[in-house]
């Protein structure tokens, strides 16, 4: 049974830290790009970061510079770092695993999500 399973989430003034982790089961975690989306009230789900196992990253023009993706593939987690947090970052927290084999069907998880509230 595939489990990712998030935490860290919480309440934060702005200008703060947090920092999430995931941890899975289940799965080959060092195939898996692993990465993070976010869902605010009345917003579509969006990508964050995400992390390949070669450790290349990418991330949304909104939270560069002050969020930071890594995993640990001998503790099949990921993790995100987030500095410097507004208000506008609010959101539930997803933790996601994709694996996209040439020629196969993909295989795609979902962690059960994190609540980032930043409040002053």
């Known amino acids: 049974q595939v489990q990712l399973v998030e935490s860290g989430g919480g309440l934060v003034q702005p200008g703060g830290s947090l920092r999430l982790s995931c941890a899975a089961s289940g799965i080959p975690f060092r195939l898996y790009v692993m990465g993070w989306y976010r869902q605010a009230p009345g917003k579509q789900r969006e990508l964050v970061t995400s992390i390949m196992n070669s450790d290349s990253t990418n991330y949304a023009d909104s939270v560069k510079g002050r969020f930071t993706t890594s995993r640990d593939n001998a503790k099949n987690t990921v993790y995100l770092q987030m500095n410097s947090l507004k208000p506008e970052d609010t959101a539930v927290y997803y933790c996601?695993?994709?694996?996209?084999?040439?020629?196969?069907?993909?295989?795609?998880?979902w962690g059960q999500g994190t609540q980032v509230t930043v409040s002053s």
């Open positions: 996601n695993a994709e694996y996209r084999p040439w020629g196969r069907s993909p295989s795609v998880y």
